[in-house]
Structure formats: structure tokens, C-alpha cells
């Protein structure tokens, strides 16, 4: 990570302010309005038999802005997967989740609140400094987390916030002994941007959500870009797939969904959903509406 690229940035929430360092502001992440439900590799072959022949696949940058090559046509040796640090980022459901929590104190306070996905933190940052008795961001990259501790020092929440590494893949391997259904509040904002890591996420909303808890996830519609089926060529989807299979993985998992309403998140994606869960509608019955909410900023 180049820490020239990571900034300090004030955020009021209500009568409560944060201080964030993040490489990227939610004006940025609100105008990527697709979903990755394909790698490069995957694209670039969908076009290869397409036109007079080819050209070499030109070098593609990561998030890192670093080169990678695309071998075609010949064995190389497997190269380690370059870090995810979208978690870098501000994205618009965390500053939904926000703005939700500045209004409604009483959810988080004196509660045990963990973040899934967590990034830089904002929503659990709130929490901590709403009166939550503890808030665990956890998040799987190294590099986010490292920054996530240091925004937990910045907001001076360093008795009550903490950081833990957490693969939603292996539960079993990364919890530790205390965290299964102990968490009261669990957050999660815009972590549904591919469908494969939709399974994986509602298993934790299982393993982590106490039984008279809540979970609050905001998402922002993205149109994923998928194969067709026919032609084998890259296109978007009309749908938004990875909320759609959150919707029926929610279900199957005997939790209770609750849509709190939508906000117009600006940019070109689609609303931002809000969306509350619980293991029995009593519990998330009394929720306020996201439709009676003030306009989505932080």
C-alpha cells in the first residue's frame, strides 16, 4: 500500500464526529455502479477467438497500481492473489449505516457490536463512540486492518474498538472462543459485490448474531458483469445477483429480513438498500423506516 494515496478526512454523524483515514471518499465509490462477477482472465478469454487474431493481453493494474501479467496459451507458475484493499475505501452504505446509527443511539448502546467487512471502520467507530460496550472491526486483509487500528487510535477508542482478522471462509480457524451468537449488533456495509462471498457472509450473520440481536446491512445496487450464456461474451446484468442471493440465503438460513427502505446514494448505481435481520421479526418489528431518514452524506 502507498501511504501517499491514504488521506484524513472529518465525518459528522448527528452530533458525533470521526476523524477517518481511507484512501478513497464515498463521492469516488458511489460512482462504481458494476459488480465483478468475472476475473480478468475470465474477459479477456471471452474475446480471444473474436476479430482477425489478437493482440498480446496488455498488462492489467490492481488496486495497488501495480502491473500484472496475463499469461495466455502457456503453464506459468501460480503467483499469489493480490490483496483485496477495496476495504480501503469509504463506501456509501457505510456512511448509510452512519447516519442510521446517529439517529437511533439506543441500538448500539452498551451492546457488543462487530463489524463484518468492516474497512475502515466507520459504522463500528460510531458505535464505540455512541456507548457500545465493545466493537470488534474485523475485516480478512492484513493491510486494511492495519489502517483500521490506526483510525481506532485517531478516534481515541482504543478501550472500547479493536481489530481482528476474520476469513469468512474458515469461521472455526479465525473466531475466537467468545465470538459465536455473543455479538448483539452486527454491521456490515456494501460487502455484497460478488456472489460467491454471499454464502460465506450469511454463515457468519449465523455464527456471530446473539440470539436477541440485530444485524443492520446496507448494500448499493450494482449490476454485476456476467458471461452470456449463448455468446460468451461479458455484459451487465440486469440484475442485481449478489442481493438477490443474499435475499434467499438469508431465508434458508431461518433468519427474519426486514427492508428498511432505500436512499438514492447519488452517482450512477442504483439505491442503496438498507436492510435489517434477526432471528425472530420481534426483534427488528419497531425498527424506523430508512424513508423517514435525511438525505444519504457524512
Keep these: 500500500m502507498d501511504r501517499s494515496e491514504v488521506v484524513r478526512r472529518e465525518y459528522t454523524f448527528g452530533d458525533t464526529s470521526l476523524s477517518i483515514y481511507s484512501r478513497k471518499y464515498a463521492e469516488d465509490t458511489t460512482k462504481v455502479s458494476i459488480s465483478m462477477q468475472l476475473t480478468v ?14 493482440s498480446p493481453p496488455p498488462p492489467i493494474k490492481t488496486c495497488q497500481g501495480s502491473e500484472k501479467e496475463v499469461a495466455v496459451g502457456k503453464e506459468t507458475g501460480a503467483a499469489a492473489p493480490a490483496p483485496d484493499l477495496l476495504g480501503l475505501d469509504i463506501w456509501p452504505g457505510a456512511l448509510a449505516l452512519c447516519n ?23 459504522p463500528a467507530l460510531l458505535a464505540a463512540k455512541l456507548g457500545c460496550s465493545s466493537a470488534l472491526l474485523t475485516d480478512y486483509e492484513p493491510l486494511v486492518l492495519e489502517l ?11 478501550d472500547i474498538a479493536a481489530t481482528h482478522r476474520l476469513d469468512w471462509e474458515d469461521p472455526q480457524g479465525t473466531l475466537a472462543p467468545g465470538h459465536p451468537h455473543s455479538f448483539h449488533v452486527v454491521l456490515a456495509a456494501d460487502v455484497l459485490y460478488i456472489s460467491d462471498i454471499v454464502l460465506p457472509f450469511v454463515g457468519m450473520l449465523q ?13 448499493q445496487t450494482r449490476r454485476p458483469l456476467v458471461l452470456d450464456p449463448e455468446t460468451g461474451v461479458p455484459g ?7 442481493y438477490e442471493a443474499f435475499q434467499a440465503a438469508v431465508r434458508a438460513a431461518g433468519l427474519v429480513p426486514r427492508q428498511l427502505g432505500a436512499l438514492d446514494a447519488g452517482g450512477s448505481a442504483g439505491p442503496l438498500y438498507l436492510s435489517a435481520l434477526a432471528w425472530e421479526q420481534a426483534y427488528i418489528a419497531t425498527l424506523e423506516p430508512v424513508a423517514r431518514l435525511r438525505p444519504l452524506k457524512g
Excluded: K
Design 148 to 158: 483500521a487500528a490506526e483510525n481506532i487510535r485517531l478516534n481515541g477508542v482504543g
Design 207 to 219: 455464527t456471530l448474531l446473539h440470539p436477541e440481536g440485530i444485524a443492520l446491512v446496507a448494500h
Design 236 to 242: 451487465l446484468s440486469r440484475r442485481d445477483e449478489p
Design 100 to 122: 442510521y446509527l446517529a439517529m437511533h443511539p439506543s441500538l448500539v448502546g452498551c451492546r457488543r457490536v462487530l463489524e463484518l467487512g468492516a474497512g475502515m471502520g466507520l
Design 41 to 54: 482472465e475470465q474477459i479477456w478469454d471471452s474475446f480471444w477467438n473474436f476479430g482477425d487474431g489478437p
